[in-house]
């Protein structure tokens, strides 16, 4: 651990910020949220939307919001603060850091529901590998029927649910309370290179065997007529998402960036890299719905039926399957400590208390809200706590608080931050720590200033009232 001699901790070098902050983005929302959104979104006017997204609006949101942490050296409410005082801005400004506070909360408290079908899975794969051994693909001689019920069955299983999802959280808790460079950090830079040579390795695989034809078009066939409001809204939600954006996440990690980290780089590779994962899970996902007939709008289960079905086919299937979801699992671990860091950070800080005793709070608001989010898919289906709000009437309690955060605490986080940095922020202080020049730096401030608030107010009052 390096102090900066505030107490505070940093990164131990430059490529283990780059690693920590891209294994905070790449997690579940590629895998798990980024297709689901494109099935339930209708496939390609969502997809190309959202990567005008990524480019025009989450990339300059997100230096916006790892230069505001790296000047504040501390938790998102205070770094904004800071930000604000050295701009003789009112300190009111630490709003955005407090709101996405809260809203990582929220966040991790639905994100370690699904980081426990992650578990389970592994457990099924586990299971397998013993039973079949090395022969042949996963789940021999079982009907591919048996496979895709899988996911129903765990989904039916309210006592299960609650289980596994208390059980990552734990595993979350365990790893933020040891503190940034001895927990965080290792599981990035060890485990983030190796996930990301077995996904491609998967992807090429599907490429040969399943309907990639099919998919391709499902994917990318631009269809201007299906871009309603809504389905921008949703487009831009998931940008946010995958880069942990709006909600304090990145502001937190960017605190512990070094001076001589370049910040512009550094957006530049994290987007580059959670937009690649995304499109990857894209490419190894639908070619297996279409192949097997899944329903595209299948949902928060889509990931978790469709995968398992190319292991069956595929040789060392079992094998492969459980590596698979082990890296899933490290990939959604990494991003599931950022969620619980960004709100860990801000209590200990404010509060002055030791890390693991903020820690513990935090996971047990997390676990509270976390069962209702485990018990949406079984004993509480019924329940729908924003009826009263037409995008959101049929919505569960885990479906939302995926909505709210993704389509509201995001997209609005956003704009402040972008009025903020753009705006308010000194703009030599800006200047000296977002590591552009010329040209680049030119169009990074309009977008800032002009384009992303301007474009999301739109976006969210169609996708809202539209
Ligand atoms: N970006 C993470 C993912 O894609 C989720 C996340 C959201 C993490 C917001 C931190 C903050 O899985």
Redesign the pocket.
């Given at each position: 651990m390096a102090a900066t001699g505030k107490g505070h901790e940093n990164w131990s070098s430059r490529s283990a910020f780059i690693l920590a902050a891209v294994g905070?983005?790449?997690?579940?929302?590629?895998m798990w949220r980024f297709p689901a959104e494109a099935g339930e979104n209708g496939g390609g006017a969502f997809v190309l939307f959202y990567i005008f997204c990524v480019l025009l609006i989450g990339l300059p949101v997100l230096l916006s919001e790892v230069l505001i942490g790296r000047h504040g050296q501390a938790n998102a409410q205070e770094s904004v603060r800071k930000v604000a005082r050295d701009s003789n801005a009112s300190e009111g400004w630490g709003i955005i850091g407090s709101m996405g506070v809260f809203a990582?909360f929220l966040?991790l408290s639905f994100y370690c529901v699904v980081g426990g079908w992650v578990v389970y899975y592994i457990g099924v794969f586990l299971g397998d590998l013993f039973q079949t051994g090395l022969s042949g693909g996963a789940f021999e001689g079982r009907d591919p029927e048996e496979i895709k019920g899988l996911m129903p069955g765990l989904f039916g299983n309210g006592g299960l649910m609650v289980g596994l999802n208390l059980g990552f959280l734990a595993i979350t808790v365990f790893f933020v309370a040891r503190g940034v460079s001895s927990g965080i950090e290792w599981v990035a830079v060890y485990l983030m290179p190796l996930f990301f040579l077995l996904f491609l390795a998967i992807t090429i695989y599907g490429a040969f065997t399943g309907n990639f034809g099919e998919a391709v078009a499902y994917l990318f066939t631009f269809d201007f007529s299906k871009l309603t409001g809504e389905v921008m809204l949703a487009a831009v939600g998931q940008a946010f998402?995958?880069?942990?954006l709006g909600?304090a996440?990145m502001m937190t990690y960017g605190a512990y960036a070094n001076r001589d980290t370049n910040l512009g780089e550094t957006s530049g590779i994290i987007a580059g890299a959670d937009t690649g994962v995304a499109l990857l899970a894209g490419l190894a996902i639908f070619p297996i719905v279409f192949a097997a007939g899944l329903a595209t709008n299948a949902g928060p289960g889509l990931m978790f039926e469709s995968l398992p079905l190319a292991f069956q086919a595929m040789p060392l299937g079992s094998l492969i399957g459980l590596a698979f979801f082990t890296m899933v699992f490290f990939a959604a671990l990494t991003?599931s400590v950022?969620?619980l860091e960004a709100p860990t950070a801000w209590m200990f800080e404010k509060f002055n208390l030791p890390r693991p005793v903020g820690t513990a709070i935090v996971g047990l608001g997390a676990a509270v809200l976390g069962v209702l989010s485990a018990l949406s898919f079984n004993d509480m289906a019924d329940f729908r706590p924003l009826a009263f709000i037409p995008i959101f009437a049929e919505a569960n309690f885990f479906d939302a608080l995926d909505g709210v955060t993704a389509k509201l605490f995001m997209p609005i986080g956003a704009i402040l931050t972008c009025i903020f940095v753009g705006w308010i922020a000194d703009a030599k202080l800006i200047d000296d720590e977002n590591g552009l020049d010329g040209a680049l730096h030119q169009i990074w401030r309009a977008l800032v200033r002009y384009v992303c608030p301007i474009i999301l107010a739109v976006i969210l009052y169609f996708g809202l009232f539209g």
């Open positions: 905070s983005a790449v997690g579940l929302g590629n990582a966040i998402f995958s880069l942990s909600v996440g991003s950022s969620l």
